[in-house]
């Protein structure tokens, strides 16, 4: 049975391959399975301080779920029941190590929706980004109507989500959904040495600001109360 999900460790960061390339790296069951227990990796294995996310072959990310899985499950209840024990998206969204995704080719539904429960984003120059699921019927599945406003702001994420059209890396760049752009040949790396550069910090201050930076969506004076008790409990 193939991985669908390589994983390889550079010094304290760990690198992940979405592992599809065949399929534009689409996410399926057995993926998001493999993906699941890594985070899950990333979550508990305290020597881990950073990793890399990135799809594997040329042509994307991820191009998004796997629809040909859609109607496929044994029943609606067993559907949700395998979604609510293993959360993907929510126990991306609370790691406290930090996520670095590596975009190339096409981002699009849910492969974009996972790329923005990274912390960073590293583009290479003809990397596309869209929600298309409007065009296919459906709302964003994953989060996309309420990581993207976080990101980019509502009027731009308006646009993306409601006519489903593609935007360029040029276009991401400027309006922040990505971080840095490069050329193809160096974004990987470039994500790596960022990773790199991240493990090389205080681990329990990285995770801390993590933790504090999450608080930031709350009311600002439950915030700043989390943000202040955070620090508190760094002084012990």
């Not at 010094?11 to 227990?37: F, G, H, K, Y």
Request: aromatic share 8%.
């Amino acid at each position: 049975m193939p991985n669908f999900i390589d994983a390889e460790r550079c010094e304290d960061v760990l690198i992940l391959r979405l592992n599809r390339p065949d399929s534009l790296n689409a996410l399926n069951t057995a993926m998001r399975d493999e993906l699941w227990q890594y985070l899950m990796l990333l979550r508990d294995d305290f020597s881990i301080k950073s990793a890399v996310l990135y799809g594997g072959g040329d042509k994307a990310f991820s191009a998004g779920a796997d629809i040909t899985e859609f109607g496929t499950a044994p029943s609606i209840i067993d559907a949700r029941a395998a979604r609510e024990n293993r959360d993907l998206w929510d126990l991306m969204q609370s790691l406290d190590t930090p996520l670095i995704a590596a975009l190339q080719g096409y981002s699009f539904g849910a492969g974009l929706e996972m790329a923005l429960y990274c912390d960073l984003r590293v583009a290479e120059h003809n990397a596309l980004f869209a929600l298309p699921e409007v065009k296919l019927g459906y709302i964003p599945s994953a989060g996309g109507t309420q990581t993207l406003p976080r990101h980019i702001g509502a009027s731009d994420s308006s646009m993306m989500i409601t006519s489903g059209n593609s935007i360029n890396a040029e276009k991401a760049y400027q309006i922040g959904l990505i971080q840095y752009l490069t050329d193809h040949s160096q974004y990987l790396q470039f994500a790596i040495d960022l990773a790199l550069e991240i493990s090389q910090m205080n681990p329990k201050i990285v995770r801390a600001i993590k933790r504090s930076v999450r608080s930031s969506e709350m009311e600002i004076s439950e915030g700043l109360a989390y943000e202040a008790r955070v620090r508190l409990s760094l002084s012990r």
